[in-house]
């Protein structure tokens, strides 16, 4: 059950007073990192594993979300035990740039004490990003994560990790993910950010000093997303046609009636959503993952990206994932091998959707155990402890 929301909160953070120069050309002339931590770090620092967050991720990757109450979001594969073993590795999960839970973005103030950017803020790519999180990796004096890994909008940070810091990744497992982000989610995307910009409340952005955020337009672009990140089967075995409550009369037939139980799931997530999630933020970092090609950063040429890379990868998809399908994990491991890279791939038979990486799912368990095992052991990990 969420818990109502609650006041500002204190997030573990990194401050870089030099600030970060953005692919766009503008200068932050302060950048702030919220991160979270799990694990120890061993004498030698080189059992750390980064972990990068979807869309509506954040830090909290290992444990109770400070403000839904929630536990933890990866609880299927970080944790004592888990193929992410926290007893093992020093994992790292931090806010991205752009977002809402105390990295620099939309919410946070220009500098201290002044008003928050907005939508002045500047655009930000997924380079970007990473290039925000490698200065937090800095500052913990670890010169090679061990392995970054992520999912969705994650993968596509754990790719620009290995083609933009290939010296510093030793594994990189992006899971349902690309290398760009297609025509068709572009358009998901579009439909979710018209639905902000058109809630009253929006005020062109500045609804922070309205006190009234554009709440109903957030709430329909997070059910329009929750749609593209489930598959029909999923949708069909949960939910089928079941109506919502007592069989339904003529009267309660009415074009706005509440009657199927998928109409109140979906009203669910979007209502629960603005509770911990920013619009501006959410407008941000859509539009850094519509602007995500790999490809295009290398003059079009995929494998030169990861040309001469050391890098081990490991790509996953599933079989039901029709927002990042398998054909698009098939095609990078394919550039890759033209690369001459250390590249692994597997396609997971499930019927959960894009979903299926956060969700119970064995076969991810088992896969991605293996791969770490056996990177840890080309990488002289075998002990790992503190």
């Known amino acids: 059950m969420d818990q109502p929301e609650q006041g500002p909160i204190a997030h573990q953070s990194a401050v870089f007073t030099d600030g970060l120069t953005l692919d766009c050309g503008q200068h932050l002339p302060l950048l702030t990192v919220a991160y979270r931590t799990y ?114 909008m994650g993968g596509m940070q754990v790719l620009e990790w290995a083609a933009t810091y290939p010296e510093h990744v030793f594994a990189a497992v992006p899971i349902a993910a690309a290398s760009y982000h297609s025509a068709q989610n572009i358009a998901f995307h579009e439909v979710g950010r018209q639905a902000i910009i058109s809630d009253p409340h929006f005020a062109g952005g500045k609804y922070y000093a309205t006190g009234e955020k554009p709440e109903r337009g957030l709430a329909v672009a997070r059910m329009v997303a929750h749609i593209t990140y489930l598959s029909e089967e999923a949708l069909s075995r949960k939910f089928g046609r079941k109506l919502q409550g007592s069989q339904p009369t003529p009267h309660a037939l009415a074009l706005f009636g509440d009657m199927f139980e998928v109409e109140s799931y979906l009203q669910h997530q979007g209502s629960t959503f603005v509770r911990r999630f920013d619009a501006n933020s959410y407008l941000a970092i859509t539009r ?57 791939f597997v396609e997971i038979e499930s019927d959960k959707g894009h979903d299926a990486f956060l969700l119970d799912e064995p076969d991810l368990r088992r896969v991605l155990g293996g791969f770490l095992q056996g990177c840890a052991l080309h990488a002289g990990l075998e002990n790992v402890a503190a």
């Not at 109450?69 to 035990?81: I, L």
């Not at 990042?324 to 098939?330: A, I, K, L, N, Q």
Request: proline share 7%.
């Open 39 to 152: 694990g120890a770090l061993n004498a030698a620092r080189s059992n750390a594993v980064l972990i990068c967050h979807a869309l509506t991720g954040d830090q909290y990757v290992g444990e109770i979300h400070p403000l839904t109450g929630k536990g933890p979001w990866w609880d299927q594969v970080v944790g004592p035990g888990l193929p992410v073993d926290t007893e093992r590795y020093f994992v790292i999960c931090a806010n991205v740039l752009g977002g809402c839970m105390g990295s620099t973005g939309p919410l946070e103030p220009r500098a201290p004490g002044e008003e928050p950017w907005g939508t002045d803020f500047p655009p930000i790519t997924i380079r970007d990003m990473v290039r925000a999180q490698k200065k937090l990796i800095d500052s913990f004096g670890i010169s090679r994560l061990f392995a970054v890994i992520g999912g969705s």
């Open 288 to 344: 850094a993952m519509d602007n995500f090609d790999l490809a295009s950063e290398h003059d079009g040429d995929l494998p030169r990206a990861f040309r001469g890379t050391r890098t081990r990868f490991l790509f996953v998809s599933f079989s039901s994932d029709w927002l990042f399908p398998t054909r698009e994990s098939r095609a990078m491991a394919r550039a890759l091998n033209r690369a001459a890279a250390n590249v692994s």
